[in-house]
């Protein structure tokens, strides 16, 4: 089994953007970095939350995606209509030769 065969989500990452209104102060916006990229969305056990919890991070789902997509921990992502913060995220540490998935650790956004 690939890991291919593995990524059934899609998701839409998110970038953040300063945007101006009509008298010129700032109003954040978000506007869409990637669409449609393969992904697998896994919630996190009630154990798994606790284990991440005592460092501090909590963090609700996990997603697994391809490296060197440029996600870093200030996007967030809509997967089926639920968006997620990404509370964690490797960045482009791995060359994609040699890895080939990325972990994001996400909190459901409310």
Same mark, same amino acid.
């Given at each position: 089994?690939?890991?291919?065969?593995?990524?059934?989500?899609?998701?839409?990452?998110?970038?953040?953007?300063?945007?101006?209104?009509?008298?010129?102060?700032?109003?954040?916006?978000?506007?869409?970095?990637?669409?449609?990229?393969?992904?697998?969305?896994?919630?996190?056990?009630?154990?798994?939350?606790?284990?991440?919890?005592?460092?501090?991070? &909590? &963090?609700?789902?996990?997603?697994? &995606?391809?490296?060197?997509?440029?996600?870093?921990?200030?996007?967030?992502?809509?997967?089926?209509?639920?968006?997620?913060?990404? &509370?964690?995220?490797?960045?482009?540490?791995?060359?994609?030769?040699?890895?080939?998935?990325?972990?994001?650790?996400?909190?459901?956004?409310?």
């Amino acid at each position: 089994m690939s890991f291919e065969s593995l990524l059934t989500h899609t998701m839409t990452v998110e970038r953040k953007t300063d945007a101006q209104d009509e008298i010129g102060a700032p109003e954040p916006s978000w506007s869409d970095e990637l669409t449609e990229e393969p992904c697998r969305l896994e919630p996190l056990s009630a154990t798994e939350r606790d284990v991440f919890g005592r460092r501090g991070v &909590v &963090v609700s789902h996990r997603c697994f &995606v391809k490296p060197n997509k440029g996600i870093t921990e200030a996007d967030r992502i809509e997967i089926g209509g639920t968006t997620y913060n990404v &509370v964690s995220a490797p960045g482009d540490l791995y060359d994609s030769t040699e890895a080939h998935h990325s972990e994001l650790l996400l909190l459901e956004f409310r």
